[in-house]
């Protein structure tokens, strides 16, 4: 089973950056498509971006293009969120995904999740 373990959030000033990063460890050969998501308080999970296994195609949120990369390191398992022009609506817990192939089919796996807070 694919375990995934994100840290780089905390407390930053509107206009600010932060630099997310996600561990990949266990059966790392299965996982496909692996991307960020964010839950901000009394809303849903919504999609930031995601990045396929090859790094060939990624896909952000309207609300964070031109402000977020997205990008993975194959070689280190592990992917990351560059995060600028930081705004108060970025503010949300942000969690690391990865789709793992099992015998059981496709599988989305979950970090813990890290806390990000923007000040205005």
């Known amino acids: 089973q694919v375990q995934l373990v994100e840290s780089g959030g905390g407390l930053v000033e509107a206009g600010g950056s932060l630099r997310l990063s996600c561990a990949v460890s266990?059966?790392?050969?299965?996982?496909?498509?692996m991307g960020w998501y964010r839950q901000a308080p009394g809303k849903q999970r919504e999609m930031v971006a995601t990045i396929t296994r090859g790094s060939t195609r990624t896909n952000y949120a309207d609300s964070v293009k031109g402000r977020f990369t997205i990008s993975r390191d194959n070689a280190k398992d592990a992917i990351f969120l560059q995060m600028g022009t930081l705004k108060p609506d970025d503010t949300a817990v942000y969690y690391c995904s990865a789709d793992e192939f099992t015998t059981y089919g496709r599988l989305t796996r979950w970090g813990q999740g890290t806390q990000v807070t923007v000040s205005s």
């Open positions: 266990g059966n790392i050969f299965s996982i496909g498509d």
